[in-house]
């Protein structure tokens, strides 16, 4: 296989470790979302799918729209499919997508809310949830105390995963990323009271538990339904200009 070819593997897997599901504010890639992806000379194909039959459709166009957008961005794809399999919408969800109808020409009257909306509302409550993991670090560290929160700038933050996360998270939501942006503010950038940090934190925390109880369970429901424990592994075809 040449060159080439292998750099267009890496690509499109990265290119869909930037789908996120939105309630669960993680990769598809790291969830086990993506099934299969196959590269040939006409282009990619890859195959979503979900811990059961009746996820929730929004998210599900949600997460194959993405994909579609993502792998769609890369020079050398081709032409792009992305499926969603075993899900009681699939078909519907997926020749929306392929016809690039949009969610409401998708669903028609079904599509209750609007997709910008809901991407904000878990886009927020990522947000949250990245706060207080910074803020749960520092704390534990023990070089800022409860009362001092307020004050905690990005600057201050060290370089690791968890300040990488909330940047990405403020970027989605439109707040600044410079050195000496607070960093317990809310999404519109207000930042919290000093009285109320202690009630703020323990709002954020329940939060990220919800997130991270929802992944769990999600990851369980779908090495359950398929019996694969390596399912966060997509299978990967690749038969372009293999030499």
């Known amino acids: 296989m040449t060159a080439a070819a292998l750099s267009l593997e890496a690509a499109v897997l990265s290119a869909l470790?930037?789908?996120?599901?939105?309630?669960?504010?993680?990769?598809?890639?790291?969830?086990?979302f993506v099934?299969?992806?196959t590269i040939d000379d006409e282009g990619v194909e890859v195959h979503l799918r979900l811990p059961t039959s009746f996820?929730?459709?929004?998210?599900?166009?949600l997460m194959v729209s993405d994909a579609r957008d993502?792998?769609?961005?890369?020079?050398?794809?081709?032409?792009?499919?992305?499926?969603?399999?075993?899900?009681?919408?699939?078909?519907?969800?997926n020749g929306g997508v392929a016809a690039d109808a949009g969610y409401v020409g998708t669903f028609g009257v079904e599509a209750e809310q609007s997709l910008d909306e809901l991407r904000r509302?878990?886009?927020?409550?990522?947000?949250?949830?990245?706060?207080?993991?910074?803020?749960?670090?520092?704390?534990?560290?023990?070089a800022w105390t409860l009362e001092?929160?307020?004050?905690?700038?990005?600057?201050?933050?060290?370089?690791?995963?968890?300040?990488?996360?909330?940047?990405?998270?403020?970027?989605a939501i439109g707040l600044p990323a410079d050195a000496h942006a607070r960093v317990l503010v809310?999404?519109?950038?207000?930042?919290?009271?000093?009285?109320?940090t202690a009630l703020w934190l323990r709002l954020a925390a329940a939060t990220r538990i919800s997130?991270?109880?929802?992944?769990?369970?999600?990851?369980g429901l779908l090495a359950t339904r398929y019996a694969d424990p390596e399912g966060s592994v997509p299978v990967v075809v690749n038969t372009r200009s293999r030499s």
């Open 17 to 32: 470790a930037t789908v996120f599901d939105p309630e669960l504010d993680q990769p598809v890639t790291e969830l086990g």
């Open 35 to 37: 099934r299969s992806v």
């Open 55 to 61: 996820c929730a459709p929004n998210f599900a166009y």
């Open 70 to 93: 993502a792998l769609a961005g890369l020079p050398e794809a081709g032409r792009v499919r992305v499926l969603l399999d075993d899900h009681h919408d699939s078909e519907k969800i």
């Open 121 to 142: 509302t878990f886009q927020r409550k990522a947000h949250l949830a990245a706060v207080e993991r910074c803020c749960r670090a520092v704390l534990a560290g023990g």
């Open 148 to 171: 001092e929160l307020p004050l905690l700038e990005l600057f201050d933050l060290p370089e690791d995963r968890l300040k990488i996360a909330l940047l990405r998270r403020r970027e």
């Open 186 to 196: 809310d999404h519109t950038g207000r930042p919290a009271a000093r009285p109320d």
């Open 211 to 219: 997130i991270e109880g929802n992944a769990h369970f999600c990851r």
